[in-house]
């Protein structure tokens, strides 16, 4: 059975500092100005999953406890766009923030807290100390039991202050759009005007009458920010119909119009189903919600929507952690039970795949790819084995980071925008429908940059778009440089043909001709609002500003061992899950490897000596945290009740190590600390 490490003494909360504050109607926060409430502190970057997640799961704690917590968002950001102050202030708004952020751009909050990844959760009480500090996502109901803890002592010690916080809402944007995700090309006769007759009969149904909107075709946009779709003329500014109430939420049947009744809850990618599986499933249009966490269906001819895969219940918190063995191996393949059973989590992109004969997911939230069919329902793992990061090969030991963008090729292969470590990755897929998974550009998880020429130094920021240009080469959103960008595998050459757009975050070839007699790309521009023609040009641009790393702090560690102690402590409520042995588990690599002379692998246990060789000077320590905790009170004879809620806790950590003589002997890291 592993131990966990506590500290016991009070450790008195340091000084919010950063460049501003959002949120707060101007003004300036301090934790003097906060005294007397619960403050929880929410360290995220916004291009980050785990982070979003967590923004979701603190919603209900922040609305039920509006009265006694403030949530301080600390942003501190992982990419070089991430600083800029812009671009943050529209994450607030995109992702419908209600409590204050700190701008952190030096990372000094940051490094004053010793938070080591994103998201970390640091719980202040009401007099001013520390008294938690949780890693990763999923801590909600171990903060549920712990903030009214919090709120019963500090009542009685008077030290509790009631009353509202100081959150004051932006101005909200205005117009069509709001921060949309992806687009469709629905050809003439697919789109939900083809189903309308009319009123004189000139117009037989299913066809759109020559010269409307409608008969060049149509285009289908995520309005990801009004939780809706739009469907446009290809002038991008004639609406033909919306599908969703625009309201944020989850809920089946109509959804066309002015009197829709579905709910959708940031929807990201969409795909067009071939016309023969359309009519077999019953609906036209499949639909990545990120948010609830489930596929949904759009039936274009009498706008119903339905849900087609998925729980509602986001992945990590049912079925657990990357579940790998020694060797890193995971599970690929059919995923029992009803479809709707099935957690999944934040689909961000789908394409159809002729090869797989069924639709492929971005799992985002799990950096996996999956595929859904639509005429049996059933649920696939294709390739990733769950781990966050960048290696290749067999599907089940692959390693994606939150793969965001999805493009087929014309021999059947998945182009995948790998946004997390900025890369362009591959899905390889073989007449029988075995899936090899390579890369085109990237680096790694704290690699990034806007460098074009050969792929193999090519640099890209957090693309999450994809698609493939006529001549074979593929185009990429790279959202964080404002641009796109083209890689050419017979040339093995990445280039530039746009760029001074704000977050484009999907492109798509457009064939019909409707702004010239050039093939144009489709760009939406998701921090202008707006989807627009790009034309490709002749010759591409040759850019070059260079390769970049995160910054972040490194840690001084003596070379030789080092005693590595991840704390937990189960929330009250919950015990350990020890029945089939020791519930906790530590998976440690380094780059280079070569810096790890022992202690790597897998194996069970919060603690671990690592052996450090003194002939590297600075690396990166990669370690996997996981514990497993069940609710209810013990039975007399000590055991977990049966049938009680289990709860799985999970972070990736990467620490920049720097070695040195006089360094730490120990590294200490917090899944679920408590002071």
């Known amino acids: 059975m592993s131990e966990t490490v506590r500290t016991h003494a009070r450790v008195r909360a340091s000084e919010l500092v950063g460049r501003n504050w959002l949120n707060t109607g101007g003004k300036s926060l301090d934790l003097e100005a906060l005294r007397g409430k619960i403050v929880l ?363 965001s963008g999805l493009a087929e090729d014309a021999d059947g292969n998945i182009w995948v925008a790998d946004s997390e470590t900025s890369a362009l990755r591959k899905l390889v897929i073989d007449d029988d429908g075995s899936v090899t998974v390579e890369s085109a550009i990237g680096k790694g998880l704290f690699d990034f940059g806007f460098r074009d020429g050969p792929a193999a130094e090519a640099r890209l920021q957090h693309p999450l778009g994809v698609t493939v240009l006529p001549d074979g080469s593929v185009a990429i959103a790279d959202t964080y440089n404002g641009a796109v960008r083209r890689y050419d595998p017979a040339s093995g050459t990445v280039s530039t043909l746009a760029r001074g757009l704000l977050e484009p975050s999907d492109v798509i070839v457009d064939h019909t001709h409707s702004a010239g007699s050039e093939p144009l790309l489709v760009v939406v521009e998701a921090n202008k609002h707006q989807v627009v023609f790009v034309p490709i040009p002749k010759e591409a641009q040759q850019v070059d500003e260079g390769a970049v790393q995160t910054h972040r702090p490194k840690s001084p560690v003596a070379p030789g061992p080092v005693e590595l102690a991840v704390r937990f402590t189960a929330p009250t409520g919950q015990k350990l899950d020890d029945r089939w042995g020791d519930p906790t588990q530590l998976k440690i690599s380094s780059t280079p490897p070569e810096l790890l002379v022992s202690g790597g692998g897998t194996s069970v246990g919060l603690l671990r000596t690592l052996e450090l060789s003194p002939e590297v000077a600075e690396g990166v320590l990669h370690i996997t945290a996981r514990a497993a905790a069940c609710d209810g009170p013990e039975t007399e004879d000590g055991e977990i009740p049966d049938h009680a809620a289990c709860h799985l806790y999970q972070q990736d950590w990467g620490i920049p190590v720097v070695l040195q003589r006089d360094g730490d002997r120990e590294l200490v890291l917090d899944l679920r600390g408590m002071d």
């Open 41 to 403: 502190l929410d360290f995220w970057t916004f291009c980050c999953i785990n982070c979003l997640h967590v923004l979701d799961e603190l919603r209900p704690l922040e609305e039920q406890y509006s009265d006694v917590l403030v949530t301080v968002g600390v942003h501190s950001p992982k990419f070089e766009h991430e600083a800029d102050p812009v671009a943050l202030a529209a994450a607030v708004e995109r992702y419908e923030i209600h409590h204050p952020v700190l701008d952190d751009p030096e990372l000094e909050t940051w490094k004053a807290y010793t938070a080591r990844a994103w998201p970390t959760l640091v719980v202040i009480d009401p007099e001013g100390y520390i008294v938690a500090h949780l890693s990763g996502e999923g801590h909600a109901d171990g903060l549920a039991v712990l903030i009214p803890e919090l709120i019963a002592q500090h009542e009685a010690k008077g030290t509790l202050h009631r009353g509202s916080g100081p959150y004051v809402a932006p101005e909200p944007t205005s117009g069509t759009l709001r921060f949309p995700g992806k687009a469709l090309f629905l050809p003439p006769g697919r789109g939900s005007t083809a189903s309308e007759g009319t009123s004189d009969g000139g117009t037989a149904a299913g066809a759109a009458a020559a010269g409307s909107p409608a008969s060049k075709g149509s285009w289908l946009v995520t309005d990801t920010g009004h939780h809706r779709l739009v469907e446009l003329a290809t002038d991008f500014h004639t609406v033909l119909g919306t599908f969703g109430s625009g309201s944020r939420g989850y809920s089946d049947g109509p959804a066309a119009g002015d009197t829709a009744a579905a709910r959708f809850n940031e929807p990201q990618g969409l795909v067009l189903l071939p016309e023969d599986v359309a009519a077999k499933a019953g609906y036209d249009v499949v639909i990545a919600d990120s948010v609830n966490h489930r596929l949904r269906g759009l039936s274009l001819a009498d706008g119903k929507a339905s849900t087609l895969a998925g729980s509602g219940v986001q992945r990590l918190l049912e079925a657990g952690p990357a579940r790998v063995d020694e060797d890193a191996a995971g599970f690929t393949g059919e995923l029992g039970g009803h479809p709707l059973d099935v957690a999944l989590s934040s689909p961000w992109d789908v394409v159809w795949s002729r090869k797989l004969n069924a639709v492929v997911i971005a799992m985002a939230g799990t950096h996996q790819i999956f595929s859904f069919d639509p005429i049996t329902g059933s649920v696939a793992i294709v390739a990733g084995n769950g781990l966050e990061g960048l290696l290749d090969g067999a599907p089940h030991e692959a390693w994606f980071a939150q793969p």
